[in-house]
């Protein structure tokens, strides 16, 4: 196969736009609130790799997941591009999840019963993806370099071998957005190095834009800029 020849070379990465997002936790009686984030406002410009680093619990989690389409804020805006998503319905956001977004996680979260291909292309399978996915599994495969591994299950692999193909899933539908949380929390210090120019070299290749939530400076440098998460708020660190 020629490389790049079934998918176009530049996914168009998205804008990312907060405006005044507040968020709380828990409206039990027992449990009472918990406020994550205070009136938070803020923009990344479509194509960058930004960096979100904070203590823990300040909030980190809860920005890729409301940029994610995962949860919605409790006040507030979120705008992917043009469009709202703190307003679409719980459809909407599946929708948007599935065709726009990639999600990579600490703990990998790979499909246990289904093989390194079966597992990459899911997110193809969920979006009624027809053809060329065998060619796009395929050129995936190849970019996460573990074309060899195919047909092989989860609990076969390594730490880092496992969040390569969590990688592979997260971009095999060219999701202009690509989130990653502590992708490399619970790797040792190589194999993250690996996953994190894993990272890079997607970023460059695919042009999303890139937010990556991490406790690590050396992570951190990977990306554009960092932005400080403290106490569910955020400020912007200069770019290097
Ligand atoms: N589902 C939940 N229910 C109640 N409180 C929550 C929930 N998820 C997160 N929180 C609280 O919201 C705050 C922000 O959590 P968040 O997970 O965003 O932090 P984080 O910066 O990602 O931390 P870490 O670095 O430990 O991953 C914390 O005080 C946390 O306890
Ligand atoms: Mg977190």
Same mark, same amino acid.
Request: hydrophobic content about 40%; charged content about 25%; proline content about 5%.
């Given at each position: 196969?020629?490389?790049?020849?079934?998918?176009?070379?530049?996914?168009?990465?998205?804008?990312?736009?907060?405006?005044?997002?507040?968020?709380?936790?828990?409206?039990?009686?027992?449990?009472? !609130?918990? &406020?994550?984030? =205070? +009136? #938070?406002?803020?923009?990344?410009?479509? %194509?960058?790799?930004?960096?979100? /680093?904070?203590?823990?619990?300040?909030?980190?989690?809860?920005?890729?997941?409301?940029?994610?389409?995962?949860?919605?804020?409790?006040?507030?805006?979120?705008?992917?591009?043009?469009?709202?998503?703190?307003?679409?319905?719980?459809?909407?956001?599946?929708?948007?999840?599935?065709?726009?977004?990639?999600?990579?996680?600490?703990?990998?979260?790979?499909?246990? !019963?289904? &093989?390194?291909? =079966? +597992? #990459?292309?899911?997110?193809?399978?969920? %979006?009624?993806?027809?053809?060329? /996915?065998?060619?796009?599994?395929?050129?995936?495969?190849?970019?996460?370099?573990?074309?060899?591994?195919?047909?092989?299950?989860?609990?076969?692999?390594?730490?880092?071998?496992?969040?390569?193909?969590?990688?592979?899933?997260?971009?095999?539908?060219?999701?202009?957005?690509?989130?990653?949380?502590?992708?490399?929390?619970?790797?040792?210090?190589?194999?993250?190095?690996?996953?994190?120019?894993?990272?890079?070299?997607?970023?460059?290749?695919?042009?999303?834009?890139?937010?990556?939530?991490?406790?690590?400076?050396?992570?951190?440098?990977?990306?554009?800029?960092?932005?400080?998460?403290?106490?569910?708020?955020?400020?912007?660190?200069?770019?290097?």
């Amino acid at each position: 196969m020629q490389p790049g020849m079934l998918v176009s070379p530049a996914t168009m990465g998205l804008t990312i736009r907060l405006d005044e997002v507040h968020h709380e936790y828990g409206r039990t009686e027992e449990a009472g !609130t918990v &406020t994550a984030l =205070e +009136n #938070i406002s803020l923009e990344i410009p479509a %194509g960058d790799f930004a960096v979100l /680093m904070g203590p823990s619990g300040s909030g980190k989690s809860t920005i890729l997941n409301l940029i994610g389409a995962v949860d919605r804020p409790t006040r507030g805006r979120v705008m992917l591009g043009d469009r709202e998503i703190s307003s679409m319905s719980e459809r909407d956001l599946t929708l948007v999840r599935r065709m726009k977004i990639g999600f990579i996680f600490q703990f990998f979260n790979l499909i246990p !019963t289904l &093989t390194v291909r =079966e +597992n #990459i292309e899911f997110p193809l399978a969920l %979006g009624g993806e027809r053809g060329g /996915m065998r060619e796009r599994v395929d050129r995936v495969l190849d970019e996460i370099a573990l074309g060899h591994r195919a047909s092989h299950y989860p609990n076969e692999l390594s730490g880092g071998e496992m969040q390569r193909v969590a990688i592979g899933r997260a971009v095999v539908h060219d999701p202009p957005l690509l989130l990653a949380d502590e992708p490399t929390g619970n790797l040792d210090t190589r194999t993250g190095e690996r996953i994190l120019e894993l990272i890079r070299s997607i970023h460059q290749s695919r042009n999303p834009t890139v937010v990556m939530a991490t406790h690590s400076d050396r992570a951190a440098s990977f990306g554009d800029y960092v932005i400080d998460v403290i106490d569910g708020t955020v400020g912007r660190r200069e770019p290097r």
